[in-house]
Nanobody
């Protein structure tokens, strides 16, 4: 069984930064890991993803502000560095990974507000 556990969310002022972490437990290797988010009243949307070869892909709305990376020692740990945060980045952020990219974490709340 694979579990994904996110951490690092919180309240930040516009223009600030946060770093989210996601650790995948279990022996199964996560080739691709990614971040999604869901704002109140909206559908869950793609934010960023990274493969085991560290190839990355980003949503247009976060390009140049967010950076996804994998831990060098443990490739089943992924980070999302979020800079220049905007109020519209407010959402619950979910980690995705595991075999067949089919597992989700429980989510961590990010609130951008003054």
């Amino acid at each position: 069984q694979v579990q994904l556990v996110e951490s690092g969310g919180g309240l930040v002022q516009p223009g600030g930064s946060l770093r989210l972490s996601c650790a995948a437990s279990g022996r199964a290797f996560s080739n691709t890991m990614g971040w999604y988010r869901q704002a109140p009243g909206k559908q869950r949307e793609f934010v960023a993803q990274i493969t085991s070869a560290r190839s990355t892909n980003y949503a247009d709305s976060v390009k140049g502000r967010f950076t996804i990376s994998r831990d060098n020692a443990n490739k089943n740990t992924v980070y999302l560095q979020m800079n220049s945060l905007k109020p519209e980045d407010t959402a619950v952020y979910y980690c995705r990974g595991g075999p067949s990219y089919s597992y989700w974490g429980q989510g961590t709340q990010v609130t951008v507000s003054s």
